[in-house]
Nanobody
Framework: EVQFVESGGGLVQAGGSLRLSCTAS????????IGWFRQAPGKEREGVSCIPSSNSSPYYANSVKGRFTISSDNAKNTVYLQMNSLKPEDTAVYYCAAVKAPRLCALEGMDYWGKGTLVTVSS
């Protein structure tokens, strides 16, 4: 059974930081690209960042470049999203998701989804 345990969300003031974690089980983690997506209230879900299963560089949405960093610890089947300089517009439910390589992260193409963790950034 595929499972994701997402954690690290919460309430933070603008300019603050949070680190999200996503621990996966039930599939061969090393063979999958893992991505973070988010959905703000009243908006559509969007991609935030993705880390490929290969040694390729991760990629980021323009809105988070320079502020967010994705990393993975394959020994722990865990992907992290370090979020710095948070803004109120970063408020959303953040989801991690996985797609089997060589496919890359795409909103419509992920194989597995977590249930999300809420991030709220106050002004």
């Amino acid at each position: 059974e595929v499972q994701f345990v997402e954690s690290g969300g919460g309430l933070v003031q603008a300019g603050g930081s949070l680190r999200l974690s996503c621990t996966a089980s039930g599939f061969p983690f090393d063979d999958y690209a893992i991505g973070w997506f988010r959905q703000a209230p009243g908006k559509e879900r969007e991609g935030v960042s993705c880390i490929p299963s290969s040694n390729s560089s991760p990629y980021y949405a323009n809105s988070v470049k320079g502020r967010f960093t994705i990393s993975s610890d394959n020994a722990k089947n865990t992907v992290y999203l370090q979020m710095n300089s948070l803004k109120p517009e970063d408020t959303a439910v953040y989801y991690c998701a996985a797609v089997k390589a060589p496919r890359l992260c795409a909103l419509e193409g992920m194989d597995y989804w977590g249930k999300g963790t809420l991030v709220t950034v106050s002004s």
